[in-house]
């Protein structure tokens, strides 16, 4: 019997690996795609490595498209200081990387197409995050309908579906649906900053964290309060 197939955007974060472990788990063959794109926590991708050998992935493709040659984002900017203020209502953060899921997208479009993959699994999220635009099931919808008119897959009927299962999950949501699935949590890494250890302060340390420690799992959080003491 031959597995359907999916590619799934695999960053090397909690959200992708849970995506993956998703897709996975509803019978495809998984084709993992990383993309380094400038980001200062391109550690991430080691992540990304680790998770498709837990995950037993066949296929992973790792593409070269940085995005820090004009800046625009403090992940691609070293001059923009990261935020460790909390996110606010209404403001997009300067984390967001303009045009990063349409070029993802793009690019995860034509390895789906040429592989006969039937789906593509994202892990973006609309609840717990900033207000990205281009985390939105709206934004997906769109994207859905250029898939089914820019490719030869789409023009025969057979486009392939984006999938994204956490996009309106909270973040504990997501940490118990991964403990469901058996992500290694422990092998991800979610850091704005990249340094080895993760910094405990940056939006998304402390999102991440306060959803493990309500979820129960506080010995896999990052420990802020010891690591703001040092």
């Not at 391109?42 to 493709?61: G, N, P, S, T, Y």
């Not at 993959?117 to 934004?139: F, H, Q």
Request: proline content about 4%; hydrophobic content about 40%; aromatic content about 6%.
């Amino acid at each position: 019997m031959t597995l359907k197939t999916a590619v799934v955007l695999l960053s090397g974060g909690l959200d992708s690996a849970t995506s993956a472990a998703q897709a996975i788990a509803d019978g495809y063959e998984v084709i993992a795609l990383s993309l380094f794109y400038g980001q200062r926590h391109d550690c991430e991708l080691e992540a990304a490595k680790r998770i498709v050998q837990h995950l037993k992935i066949q296929q992973h493709f790792i593409l070269d498209v940085n995005l820090s040659q004009w800046g625009g984002s403090s992940l691609t900017d070293q001059s923009i200081e990261i935020p460790k203020t909390g996110v606010q209502a209404d403001v997009i953060p300067s984390t967001y990387v303009p045009g990063r899921n349409t070029v993802f997208l793009s690019i995860a479009l034509s390895l789906a197409e040429a592989q006969n993959a039937t789906a593509i699994y994202l892990g973006i999220n609309a609840v717990d995050y900033s207000g990205y635009p281009d985390c939105r099931p709206e934004y997906l919808a769109v994207v859905q309908q250029l898939a089914m008119l820019s490719s030869k897959a789409g023009l025969e009927g057979h486009a392939p579906q984006l999938v994204a299962p956490l996009v309106m999950d909270s973040k504990v949501d997501i940490v118990k649906r991964a403990l469901q699935l058996g992500v290694p949590i422990a092998l991800t890494y979610s850091c704005y900053q990249g340094a080895p250890e993760p910094c405990g302060v940056c939006d998304s340390c402390r999102i991440r964290d306060k959803a493990l420690i309500a979820a129960g799992q506080s010995d896999l959080a990052t420990l802020i309060g010891n690591r703001r003491a040092r």
